[in-house]
């Protein structure tokens, strides 16, 4: 269990108030979201239900491949709506509530994307996912080493990066999750600015399978 000071953020303010205007612009570099793509066009069938938690108007899901539905989540509803992977989405702040309007056992995989990074709950939420993911279903935690700092827990703004995979990483399997592993690459800076920016975000991956219930 995280302690008080560890969920504790600089900024306490609402979390809403913070997402009120939509922020249309790219949080993470080119070669990060093309490797996310990657990741899952490799492990996601196209007959998957997706959940995109915490998402906002771009989704780096595939574009050649059309999924079963994707379910959005987010705090801003102006960058959902424009957000055309979406099937359907909702509104809900996740560190005042994490109880997820889902049915048990309605989603295939979970992604988060730069989002972990915001949850002073995180152990609650993992529960949920446990929930609404199916029996095998997996959940994939993507992020770099950027962030709205002042909206982070301090488990994450005073973690190192491979702290912060170990952080996710106990959470998960605390919470019940059968098995969890990471990828950790560096990425390269491609463009006009590689000379003055050589390395690209670095590019980080948790990856969840949930556990199957006994009856």
Known sequence: ??????????????????????????????????????????IIPSDSVVLDLMSSWVSHLPNDVRYEKVIGHGLNELELKRNQRLDSFWIQDLNKNQILPLKDDSVDFCLMVAAWQYLQYPEALSVELARVIKPEGRLIVSFSNRAFWSKSPRIWVERSDGDRIAYITEVLLSQGWSSVESIFESQASQGIFTSLFPKGDPFFSVLATNKIRLN
């Open 1 to 42: 269990m995280l302690t008080n000071y560890e969920r504790s953020k600089e900024d306490n303010n609402d979390d809403q108030q913070f997402y009120a205007e939509p922020r249309f612009a790219h949080h993470l570099d080119q070669n990060f979201r093309s490797r996310l793509t990657k990741l899952y066009k490799e």
